[in-house]
Structures are given as structure tokens and as C-alpha cells.
T-cell receptor
């Protein structure tokens, strides 16, 4: 079966750095996405990786290793507004998105 | 105009009621999706429409009935639901069904459904 694993919850301090990991086993691979979802709001697109390596976008970076079935989202200079759930999703060989259950990130002052 | 809108935002219904959820996208996309989001569970894809035609029905019970009158509008008709159907129902759209690259899905804010 297809499976996406990510931690259920993480806590970090304002101004610090946090890394959210995602491992996947899917039928084929056509890209990996990270979304951010604030409580009661829509998931919003953060990043996309299809080739191995690091993609940087401001305070957020996303890394992919296809051989290891592994990705991480790195958040730097954490702000209180970064408190949200972070969803990892993989597009499989049928171009369907397979979703993880999300990681709830709690930022403390 | 916000990209993807959903109404109502909150809905409480009894098991014998009939209600409908509405989704509208203003992005000119060709594909639309219904998802169910339950606490601490992955998003569950329910239905997919491409150019108004249903292409996916992931073994969803018949008490959920989708309707897509055009590429911009999507409905989810609900009848005789069960308490376990209580969840956040999200609508999404994407440019194409099997888009590559960064063609990603844009989500609406969801309808929080409670079945009593």
C-alpha cells in the first residue's frame, strides 16, 4: 500500500529552527509537496520537490532524497504565525496526491 | 475574489436531513476535488472531476452524492449521514487532472460538518 509518515506534533521556540520529516512509500513518484494549514483554514501550497536536493524559499526550505523516500521541511527564524499543521503529499504514478496526516507545529515564545 | 470558496463554513445536521455543500473556483481550473479531513488522519480523496466529468470515486458511500454542473462549480449532496461522517470537507481545484511540475491543488477553507 501507499504510505506517508510524518510526526504528529512538534514544539519549537520562537526564533529557532525546526525540521519536519516526511518518509514515503508510494506507487511511483512525480513530485513531493508541502502544504501549510492554519487551524480552521485551507491548506496552502509551500513547496515542491521533484529532483534530489534542497529548494529554498525565504525562511522555508524543503529537501528531497528519492532513493531514501525522504523529505524534510526546514523552517528558520520561527515566528508565532508559523504555528500550524504541515502536510506532506506525494504525487504518485497516477498523478494522484497521497497525503500524510500532517504535523502540528506549536511555537512557544 | 478568493481562489476557491466554499459554503457553508459550518453545518450541523441530523441523520435524517438532506443538505448540500457548495464549492466555486475562480481560477479557470479544469479539475476539481472533494476531500474529507478527519482529526489526525490524512486527507481522504472522495471524488475527482475533470472538465465536469467524474473520473474518480474512491469507494465513497452513496449517502454522499457529488454534482459538477460546470468546471467552476462543485456540489456535495448529503443525505442520511452518520455521526462518523462528521469532519472537515475540503474542496480543491487544479489546472489539470494529471498536471506535472508545480501544477498543484488550491484548497477552499472547508465546511466543518457535524452530524448529530
Amino acid at each position: 500500500g501507499q504510505n506517508i509518515d510524518q510526526p504528529t506534533e512538534m514544539t519549537a521556540t520562537e526564533g529557532a529552527i525546526v525540521q519536519i520529516n516526511c518518509t514515503y512509500q508510494t506507487s511511483g513518484f512525480n513530485g513531493l509537496f508541502w502544504y501549510q494549514q492554519h487551524a480552521g483554514e485551507a491548506p496552502t501550497f509551500l513547496s515542491y520537490n521533484v529532483l534530489d536536493g534542497l529548494e529554498e524559499k525565504g525562511r522555508f526550505s524543503s529537501f528531497l532524497s528519492r532513493s531514501k523516500g525522504y523529505s524534510y521541511l526546514l523552517l528558520k527564524e520561527l515566528q508565532m504565525k508559523d504555528s500550524a499543521s504541515y502536510l506532506c503529499a506525494v504525487r504518485d504514478s497516477n498523478y494522484q496526491l497521497i497525503w500524510g496526516a500532517g504535523t502540528k507545529l506549536i511555537i512557544k515564545p | 475574489e478568493t481562489g476557491v470558496t466554499q459554503t457553508p463554513r459550518h453545518l450541523v445536521m441530523g441523520m435524517t436531513n438532506k443538505k448540500s455543500l457548495k464549492c466555486e473556483q475562480h481560477l479557470g481550473h479544469n479539475a476539481m476535488y472533494w476531500y474529507k479531513q478527519s482529526a489526525k488522519k490524512p486527507l481522504e480523496l472522495m471524488f475527482v472531476y475533470n472538465f465536469k466529468e467524474q473520473t474518480e470515486n474512491n469507494s465513497v458511500p452513496s449517502r454522499f452524492s457529488p454534482e459538477c454542473p460546470n468546471s467552476s462549480h462543485l456540489f456535495l449532496h448529503l443525505h442520511t449521514l452518520q455521526p462518523e461522517d462528521s469532519a472537515l470537507y475540503l474542496c480543491a481545484s487544479s489546472q489539470d487532472l494529471a498536471g506535472g511540475g508545480t501544477d498543484t491543488q488550491y484548497f477552499g477553507p472547508g465546511t466543518r460538518l457535524t452530524v448529530l
